[in-house]
């Protein structure tokens, strides 16, 4: 293969913008060239091939908040908070009690100035440039995300927000995010990727969240999400879990957009643990394919995963949960459920469940999966109680999905998921 | 308001195109207590099933109507919200859904938009028909039958029939499954209910249940159709010897609704 020393304008671009070491350059410009080598995946149920790789430096001219988020802002006063418009840092907050603690919050630009050293050296290190199109796309031209460091030992009572949005003016975009919590630290983040309902077509957008969770440390990452129509979406959100530590995710998206995710932990301490609850409400077009996965290397570690999906519309949703258990991983254990139900006639979904053992020694490793229709028998009993079809087909819905809602370590988000959810559901 | 009046006309039901019910009529008035017994596969719950709306009960012909309305052209819901009640036979299990926001949700829907009764003032009367009917009171937190024993399930169908004071009540043998204790309770809180505003049909098989509950009509169902009524006595009489002299009274050799075609 011939090999061009292609320098990308928009990386460049970027570098320049934001006047970035040389480190960080020459890293964005060999994530570019592994972009640029790769050619776009085959998945199993995902065609890519005719989608728009295309990704142009932001423009954010609007700068208005939107009604959901000056909502949700309005209720964390006093909290942490990082709010990023289209790539554009609009507000954040530290309190003084965090700094006096050591903890560091902010965008990640502003990381790389002030930080750098963490920055280098984490960045990247939980989700490889190398591993996907979209990986490689994200670390080449990623523009903003939060970044937040929690040092050893510190425990962090109030949940930190993260708050981005895209709006309609958005040309695609790669958020990336990293958070690393020191040895036996508590914290509990919760984001959320709101999106305007009239985003370009023909975009990429590939966002990236990486979690170092060192030993012992305690890290809930809360998602809420809207992958709306317009571009294609990739998204991978992953954490590194050391020994004696835990991760719980929780993750929810409402949406209607084309979107290829992964969430993941890598349990790579003797010990570690880890959950996921998700729920996803697709309608529209939706065209997801998300997959939910464990990969245990660590000696008895342990997880759990619990998927609820509800599609109306034309949504299509497949659902994978994958558990590896690799050679050595003694005594670990896992559990996964999905539950899908298909809420219209023209919605259609999948699970998918993989479990690959390469221990002999395991504990447990159980999975269940259900795809279907709306209990009709379940419908008929609401009804013959006064209750209305739509009425009922809520509650029932609700009923799968609420533990996960309220399972967000945030009242004002669990509101707006309740919003999101309801709006779709009325 | 009116005294209600349930009336049935040469229903016929047919379920995945089978007629099970076979040409019924029936009139239940509010004060009124009727009884339907009938060996098993006769199609007692069909009947009921079907005038509640059940999506796999066809009705072929006849009519059903509440206080002069047409029930077979309404929907499950509103049939519901005009006053009809049907405690099931095996009720479902509605996982997620608390029994109490579901019962909240089931008044407010019958009272109607605007109508809601206050959160405070629900579960206080919540509490007391629980109370009333020997159910713990975790039993409102708890998924709406998930898990239930069989008689808890039974006494949860009459709790719903409490709380939403239907007019016309169809009770699809809700004896079974009850210990003698609950049998009573279940019983009594029929009996409490019991007003010119209210009329009750009662699926049973068993004759203990009217020892609680005195009936003023008792009809047999064979064959889909009711082949004869009476009054307590009659309910007495089954007990005591069975079906058979009834069938040889009618000619009748095989009383279900006969083999799937
Ligand atoms: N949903 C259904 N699908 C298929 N067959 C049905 C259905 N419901 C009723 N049947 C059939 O109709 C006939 C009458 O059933 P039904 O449940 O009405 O009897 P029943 O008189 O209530 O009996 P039991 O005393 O045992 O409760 C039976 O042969 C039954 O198998
Ligand atoms: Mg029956």
New binding site residues.
């Given amino acids: 293969m011939e090999q061009t020393m292609a320098i990308s304008p928009l990386v460049m671009d970027i570098s320049a913008r934001f006047q970035e070491p040389d480190w960080l350059r020459q890293r964005r410009q060999e994530a570019w060239q592994t972009y640029t080598g790769m050619e776009a995946p085959r998945l199993e149920k995902t065609d890519l091939s005719r989608r728009s790789w295309e990704i142009s430096s932001l423009t954010n001219t609007e700068k208005s908040i939107s009604v959901s988020t000056q909502k949700v802002l309005s209720k964390l006063q006093g909290q942490p908070v990082v709010y990023i418009q289209d790539g554009q840092v609009v507000s954040t907050f530290v309190p003084d009690s965090l700094t006096r603690a050591g903890v560091l919050l902010s965008d990640l630009h502003s990381a790389v100035v002030e930080h750098g050293d963490l920055v280098k050296q984490y960045l990247n290190s939980v989700v490889s440039s190398e591993e996907s199109k979209w990986a490689a796309l994200n670390a080449a031209v990623w523009v903003n995300g939060v970044f937040l460091y929690v040092p050893d030992g510190v425990q962090v009572d109030s949940t930190i927000h993260y708050i981005y949005e895209f709006t309609g003016n958005a040309a695609g975009g790669a958020p990336h995010s990293l958070l690393v919590a020191g040895v036996g630290s508590h914290i509990s983040f919760v984001e959320v990727l709101l999106a305007g309902d009239n985003l370009q077509f023909g975009k990429v957008h590939s966002d990236v969240l990486e979690v170092v969770a060192h030993s012992g440390a305690h890290v809930t990452v809360s998602c809420l999400t809207q992958y709306r129509k317009g571009p294609t979406h990739f998204t991978v959100r992953r954490a590194r879990v050391d020994k004696d530590a835990s991760m719980d995710w929780v993750f929810g998206d409402v949406g209607d957009g084309f979107t290829v995710g992964l969430l993941e932990s890598d349990l790579q301490g003797d010990g570690a643990r880890s959950t996921l609850h998700g729920f996803g409400l697709g309608f529209g077009r939706q065209h997801l394919d998300f997959t939910a996965s464990m990969l245990h290397r660590g000696r008895y570690s342990e997880s759990d995963i619990v998927m609820h999906g509800a599609l109306r519309g034309r949504a299509y949703s497949l659902y994978r949960t994958s558990t590896h258990i690799f050679k050595h991983a003694v005594g670990a254990g896992s559990e996964q459920a999905d539950r899908m139900v298909m809420l219209e006639p023209h919605a259609r979904a999948d699970a998918i469940p993989m479990l690959l053992i390469d221990e002999n020694d395991v504990q447990r490793c159980g999975h269940a999966a259900s795809v279907g229709r709306l209990d009709e028998e379940q419908v008929y009993y609401l009804e013959s109680r006064g209750i209305s079809r739509r009425e009922a087909t809520r509650m029932i819905v609700w009923g799968h999905i609420a533990p996960v809602v309220e399972a967000m370590p945030s009242a004002p988000v669990q509101e707006l998921a309740n919003e999101l959810i309801d709006r779709e559901l009325a | 308001m009116a005294v209600p009046i349930f009336v049935i006309r040469q229903l016929h039901v047919a379920?995945?195109g089978r007629e099970?019910v076979r040409g019924l009529d029936l009139t239940v008035k509010g004060g009124e207590i009727h009884v339907i017994m009938?060996p098993?596969?006769?199609?007692?719950?069909?009947?009921a099933s079907a005038v509640m709306g059940h999506p796999?009960y066809q009705v072929v012909s006849g009519q059903a109507q509440l206080d002069g309305q047409d029930l077979l052209s309404m929907s499950v819901d509103e049939r519901a919200r005009a006053g009809l009640f049907l405690a099931m036979?095996y009720p479902a299990e509605v996982p997620g859904v608390s029994n109490a926001n579901f019962l909240r949700t089931a008044v407010n829907s019958r009272l109607g938009e605007g109508h809601e009764m206050p959160v405070i003032k629900f579960h206080r009367m919540l509490m007391e028909k629980m109370k009333k009917l020997s159910i713990d009171p975790s039993f409102a937190d708890r998924y709406l039958n998930e898990g239930f024993s069989g008689g808890e399930k039974k006494r949860n169908e009459i709790l719903q029939m409490g709380v939403l004071n239907p007019r016309i009540a169809i009770l699809d043998?809700i004896d079974s499954g009850l210990d003698i204790d609950a049998l009573k309770i279940v019983a009594q809180a029929v009996n409490n209910l019991r007003s010119p505003e209210v009329g009750f049909l009662i699926i049973t098989?068993y004759q203990r249940l009217l020892q609680h509950i005195v009936p003023d009509y008792v009809h047999v169902?064979m064959q889909g159709r009711i082949v004869r009524s009476g009054g307590r006595e009659l309910a007495e009489r089954l007990e005591a010897q069975g079906y058979d002299w009834l069938k040889q009274e009618l000619g009748i050799e095989d009383e279900?609704?006969g083999a799937p075609a």
């Avoid at chain 2, 098993?40 to 009947?47: A, E, P, Y």
Wanted: proline fraction near 0%.
């Fill in positions: 379920v995945e099970i009938g098993n596969g006769t199609g007692k719950s069909t009947l796999a036979q043998e098989h169902m279900t609704v």
